[in-house]
């Protein structure tokens, strides 16, 4: 016997998920209120913001929850740009002494560090679109990775990253990705 088709109903039919992205993007709002926050930008929960330089978080960014806080600094003179869509998980950590961009559509798994200062030494970082850095992973000081680039858990990224590559280990190896044309 055929079970009868449910109508389909989208987490934005759900008042009650509606609800809880409203209070989402007023928490981001109040978190980020001395940053230039583009729209739709929601923090699930709290987030430690320190924006004494120019913090510039694009359109649609998500702070998702967990235990453990995300935090960007940003200290005087510094810059740092988070591009549109991307989503930082629990426990992300990204710190500009100088400048750190990461690009649209990025993902940053649980504790990753990214950081533009390290035991004195400040080079930027540079972080393409449509990256993904894994969870526990660190980009250390002078890095620039590739668009479309993987960089696996607990990974020690101390060297660029090409586009559309993986980088895993520590210190990380570079091996190129493989598309479906490959």
């Known amino acids: ?97 100088q400048k750190v961009r990461i690009g649209a559509r990025c993902l940053l798994g649980a504790l990753a560090l990214v950081r533009d200062e390290e035991n004195g030494r400040v080079a930027e970082v540079s972080i393409a679109d449509d990256v993904w850095i894994g969870h526990g992973a660190i980009v250390c000081p002078g890095v620039s990775i590739g668009r479309g680039s993987v960089v696996g858990a607990g990974s020690v990224v101390r060297g660029d990253v090409p586009a559309s590559s993986l980088a895993v280990g520590n210190p990380a190896t570079i091996r190129p990705l493989r598309t479906q044309n490959s």
Do not use: T
């Not at 967990?66 to 991307?86: K, Y």
């Open 1 to 97: 016997m055929r079970q009868p088709e449910l109508p389909h109903r989208s987490p934005r039919d759900d008042p009650g998920e509606r609800l809880r992205r409203v209070v989402g993007r007023v928490r981001a709002r109040w978190l980020l209120r001395g940053c230039d926050a583009g729209r739709r930008v929601c923090a699930w929960r709290s987030v430690r913001v320190v924006s004494e330089g120019d913090v510039r978080v694009g359109d649609g960014v998500q702070f998702w929850s967990g235990p453990l806080a995300q935090e960007i600094v940003c200290l005087r003179g510094a810059e740092l740009e988070i591009g549109a869509d991307s989503m930082l998980n629990a426990g992300v950590s990204i710190r500009a002494v």
